[in-house]
C-alpha cells in the first residue's frame, strides 16, 4: 500500500463521495458502476482500509475468538482446522488463545477476547464451570461451548 492514500483519495479517483467508498468497504449497498470504479481506483493505489476504523463503524470485527485447552495435540490441530475452513470463507479470522487444562484461565481467555472485539468465541472447554456461566450472563456475543462436561 502507498502511504497516505486515504478514502478521500479513493473517492476522488472513482468520482464518489467519501460515504459511498465507506458503504463498499463495509460491503453496503452500492451501484455496480460506482462500485467497480471504486474497485479499480483500490487495485490501482493498493489501498487497505483500516482495520479499527472499519470494525467501529460496521460494528463488527469479523474475529472469532478460539480458546483450547492445549495446543500439542492431534485434537487441536484437527479443531483449528475445521474452524478455519468454516470461518476463513465466510470472510471471518480466528484469534487463538490456550487456557493450559486450566479453568480460571479459560474464563479470563474469554474476558480477554471479549476487550479485544470479537464477534464470537468458540471454546474447546477443560469444563464449564459456574464462572464460565457467569461470564455468559454479561456477554452479547455468541459463544459455543466444545468438549468435555458442565462442572
Not at 478514502?7 to 463495509?26: C, E, F, H, P, W
Request: charged share 25%.
Amino acid at each position: 500500500m502507498e502511504k497516505g492514500i486515504t478514502i478521500q483519495d479513493i473517492a476522488s479517483m472513482a468520482g464518489v463521495s467519501k460515504s459511498t467508498v465507506s458503504r463498499y468497504l463495509n460491503e453496503g449497498y452500492i451501484s455496480r458502476e460506482k462500485s467497480a470504479a471504486i474497485r479499480k481506483a483500490i487495485e490501482d493505489t493498493g489501498f487497505e482500509s483500516n482495520f479499527f476504523a472499519r470494525r467501529l463503524k460496521a460494528g463488527r470485527s469479523k474475529l472469532i475468538g478460539i480458546v483450547l485447552p492445549r495446543v500439542d495435540s492431534v485434537t487441536a490441530g484437527k479443531l483449528l482446522a475445521g474452524f478455519n475452513a468454516v470461518l476463513e470463507p465466510a470472510g471471518y479470522q480466528g484469534i487463538l488463545l490456550v487456557s493450559d487444562l486450566q479453568t480460571k484461565k479459560e474464563v479470563v481467555n474469554m474476558q480477554r477476547l471479549v476487550q479485544q472485539g470479537v464477534d464470537g468465541i468458540i471454546v474447546d472447554s477443560v469444563g464449564i464451570s459456574k464462572a464460565h456461566r457467569k461470564l455468559l450472563e454479561t456477554l452479547s456475543i455468541p459463544v459455543v461451548f466444545t468438549g468435555q462436561k458442565q462442572a
